[in-house]
């Protein structure tokens, strides 16, 4: 089908006429997506088949990776890249007057996530499925991905995400494996032969109904799986209202919860996080059950992982499962459960740290609370024994505690492996934040450096770049992304720097052109792409980005002799609906951005952009475009960042914080190749411990400071005189939480390094390919080769022919 061009011409025109009755000529965009999609599909079937018997048939040990997100993006075109036939379908297109890119952007994103957490998770996949790892990752599928936005007026606009509207070529819907949940009712409990039996009377059932996507491995006929679960109501509906049953019942699968590093506390969550898990667990232990009489050796040959504490029921709900249906002793089923699961935690900001109300989780999950009781009883016995009298700390560590059932402590103890995201944010654990916890378990926790997927961040989203190394140092970093660093030889190479600032050049043209289509603001080409793309949090202070760009455009308006190179500052970012300061700095930036474009002067040497809608899509055009990649957050707060290496594996130099991996990334490129200010993690953790900051001195010490925040509410921004008051009273009344203002200054000079830096292009494109040499390091095979020897204990499947 897909060997050569006419053979896939034929197929395509055969199939597109049959599946739609119509000529090819009379045939729409849509339908030649939709046919190509099944072709596809219909060419990876039998390698999906022969891995998911291969799983079945062998004993290899199998990881199952659950997340209440996975930010997937789009599909085709990298589908079509991992087979390895891109270039045949794109030859056979254009034969047929077909331009593949365009048929490719005609597919809506798969954006069932926020941003790290769920963007990690789908790198992850494709790294297993790409090194041949038996793992597989276990979803909800929302109706409703995070919300589009728009920008009206300067303000963020949210609308419903349609990514189901036209259909889904990829799931293949499952309902023979459909499972059944059950919510709220009472427990009843009995005695059979002297033992304890417990069931669930008047429950209210959900079904869940798989459905399947395939995960396409680089170059390999591996083909692993992501289900995802969708919500539809039980064929037994309780006796109430039908209509309002089935409503409430599809609410469960209906949206993905807004909130990055936020925890939202609603019933509706917790419905969503039971679902996902108890579906996953019932459907992992059926299929186990196929190949194995008992659960007895079920740690050997499962592994499952949860992705932070969202799916951290997986405890409970396993124990209930080894109790209830396989009738296991306490101790034995506790000794399963643990050494299956392990846990990632990614962020330490106390605002997203999950605590759940007795009163809606008793209620809700009858069962599963008296597990988690149980087992806090027992943990807290133990540590009574160990730590007799010492109340405090046993206050401290209990999973329930003061009402609330903690997450993350059942999570720690629950698991055999606990882990953080980049080396500080794992030592901030041990040391600080879980610290109590680390005392008593030090062998569960460890460093798993995050990793993004090479294959979409650089082959997919950068060809050109991809061909200049490739025909640089051959094709082996293909397959073994660390042999990136024999780039290094090459960068005082003028012919390669110069055929490096070619590609930049170009990328930068081509994202010029879609700032342009969208903004109709023209950009100067030439300036330097200055980028910040990430979720609006104050923690990651876009408004120090923003305080220095107010800055510069003083100087300018002020100083005729002051001039800088040419810049373009570029922001994307979605904010939270229910999050007031993001907003308000979304607000920030649009005002900012048509007071710099609109001035004759300084909009010849600097222009503001605000990207709409930031999503994965949009992203695989903006880090190859970019210069300089804006990595600001305060000092201990970003957990690892994942944008920084993408960023870096484009060509990109950081201005960044020591924080999360930007210090990994330091560490790999040395200090002469990134630019790094600020207060240290250590530094900021003793101000938060200790006090002693007080930002109104900046405020009144720093002239520069001084007029810029008091820019945000002078009337500096035309009619918007009471808009940016609260972002005022962040810095000065509430005393500048994040140390906006303790590292402008910093800041400023960092940036000025930078603008000397850039001046000299041959030496900035020397670091530039230095960083590419050194990205290799941050390939999420190289995180998931980790995962698989550190934490999961799993083998590669062998490759089928
Ligand atoms: C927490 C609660 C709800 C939704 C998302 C989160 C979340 C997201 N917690 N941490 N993250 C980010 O995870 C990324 C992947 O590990 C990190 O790179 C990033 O620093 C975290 O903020």
């Known amino acids: 089908m897909f060997s ?46 022969s891995t998911n018997e291969w799983n079945r048939a062998s004993n290899n040990k199998q990881v199952y990776y659950l ?17 390895g036939i891109r270039e045949v379908v794109l030859e056979g297109f254009a034969d047929l007057g077909i331009d593949l890119e365009e048929i490719e952007e005609s597919e809506a994103d798969a954006g069932l996530g926020n941003g790290g957490l769920g963007r990690l998770a789908a790198c992850f996949l494709d790294s297993l499925a790409s090194l041949n790892l038996p793992g597989h990752g276990l979803g909800i599928r929302y109706k409703h991905g995070l919300f589009d936005q728009k920008i009206v007026d300067g303000y963020q ?47 209210e059932n959900i079904m869940a109904v798989p459905y399947d996507m395939p995960v396409i491995g680089y170059e390999t006929s591996t083909v692993n799986t992501l289900r995802l679960w969708n919500a539809e109501p ?66 050997k040959h499962v592994a499952i992982h949860v992705n932070d504490t969202h799916p951290v029921l997986a405890i409970p709900e396993l124990m209930r499962i080894l109790l209830d249906e396989e009738h296991m002793e ?56 160990r730590f007799p009298g010492d109340w405090n700390r046993i206050e401290n560590m209990a999973i329930i505690a003061h009402g609330v059932v903690k997450m993350a402590h059942l999570a720690i103890v629950g698991s055999h492996s606990v882990n953080g995201v980049a080396k500080i944010h794992s030592d901030i654990l041990k040391n600080r934040e879980m610290k109590l916890f680390h005392q008593i378990y030090p062998q569960k926790f460890n460093n798993k450096t995050n990793g993004i997927t090479h294959r979409r961040w650089l082959l997919k989203a950068n060809p050109e770049l991809t061909n200049l190394i490739t025909e640089t140092i051959g094709t082996d970093w293909i397959t073994n992304p660390h042999l990136m660093i024999e780039l290094k030889r090459h960068i005082y190479n003028p ?159 950081t201005m960044g914080t020591l924080d999360g991996a930007n210090i990994e990334i330091l560490e790999e490129v040395g200090k002469e190749n990134i630019f790094t200010f600020g207060l240290k993690a250590d530094e900021v953790l003793n101000y938060y ?82 960083n590419i040499a050194h990205s290799g390091y941050f390939s999420s095979d190289r995180t998931i080769h980790e995962y698989a020897d550190g934490i999961w204990d799993i083998q590669p499947i062998p490759v089928i022919h």
């Not at 599946?19 to 219909?42: I, P």
């Not at 996975?70 to 087979?83: A, E, I, P, S, Y």
């Not at 409430?248 to 898990?277: C, M, N, W």
């Not at 643990?338 to 809606?360: C, D, G, Q, R, V």
């Open 495 to 653: 012919l390669l720097k110069e055929e490096f600032a070619a590609v930049k050049r170009k990328r930068k043209e081509i994202l010029a052109d879609i700032i342009e289509k969208k903004t109709g603001i023209s950009v100067d080409k030439h300036s330097i792409f200055d980028v910040q793309v990430k979720r609006l949090h104050a923690y990651k202070r876009q408004l120090l980005n923003v305080l220095h760009i107010m800055y510069l455009y003083n100087r300018l308006k002020e100083d005729s002799n002051f001039t800088i190179y040419p810049r373009t500052f570029i922001f994307g970012a979605k904010a939270s609906p229910g999050y007031y300061y993001a907003k308000k700095i979304i607000k920030l930036i649009n005002s900012l951005a048509d007071k710099v474009n609109s001035d004759p002067k300084v909009s010849k040497m600097m222009k503001v952009i605000f990207m709409e809608n930031y999503r994965v899509s949009l992203a695989e055009h903006i880090f190859p475009a970019t210069d300089v990649s804006e990595q600001i957050s305060t000092a201990s707060k970003e957990a690892s960042g994942t944008g920084n290496m993408k960023f870096m594996m484009n060509g990109a130099l």
């Open 330 to 385: 306490w101790e034995e089923a506790w000794n399963i459960t643990f050494n299956t699961i392990s846990y990632t935690n990614h962020t330490t900001l106390s605002e997203a740290l999950e605590k759940w109300p007795l009163h809606i989780f008793k209620p809700l999950l009858p069962r599963i609370y008296m597990i988690v009781e149980e087992l806090n009883e027992r943990f807290c016995k133990e540590l009574w024994n």
């Open 689 to 770: 411990e200790n006090g002693g900051y007080r930002s109104s001195e900046y405020y009144h010490h720093d002239l520069r400071i001084r007029q810029v925040v008091d820019q945000l509410t002078n009337g500096f921004f035309p009619d918007t005189e009471d808009e940016f008051e609260a972002i005022k009273d962040s810095l000065l009344y509430e005393n500048d939480q994040y140390f906006v203002l303790r590292d402008f200054a910093s800041y400023v000079d960092a940036q000025e390094q930078l603008e000397k830096a850039y001046k000299n292009q041959d030496k900035w494109l020397e670091k530039a390919l230095l």
């Open 4 to 49: 050569n061009k006419n053979e896939f011409k034929d197929s395509f025109l055969k199939r597109l006429e049959m599946s739609y009755g119509k000529k090819f000529a009379e045939s729409t965009k849509r339908d030649q997506y939709q046919t190509l999609g099944n072709m596809v599909r219909e060419h990876i079937s039998s390698n999906w088949i």
């Open 157 to 203: 606009v949210e609308l419903p995400e349609q990514w189901l509207r036209h259909g889904n070529v990829w799931e293949v819907r499952k309902p023979d494996q459909a499972i059944e949940i059950p919510f709220w009712g009472k427990i009843e409990h009995s005695h059979e032969d002297g033992k304890l039996e417990f069931r669930h009377v008047q429950s």
């Open 67 to 83: 997340s209440i997100e996975f930010l997937l993006g789009r599909l085709l075109g990298q589908n079509l890249l991992n087979l």
């Open 234 to 299: 039980a064929p037994h509906p309780p006796h109430r209202d039908v209509l309002a049953y089935k409503r409430e019942t599809e609410a469960v699968s209906e949206f993905l919860y807004p909130d990055d590093t936020h925890d939202e506390g609603k019933i509706l969550r917790l419905k969503q996080q039971y679902f996902l898990v108890s579906a996953s667990l019932q459907s992992i232990v059926r299929s186990y059950l196929k190949k194995n009489d008992t659960l007895h050796e079920f740690h």
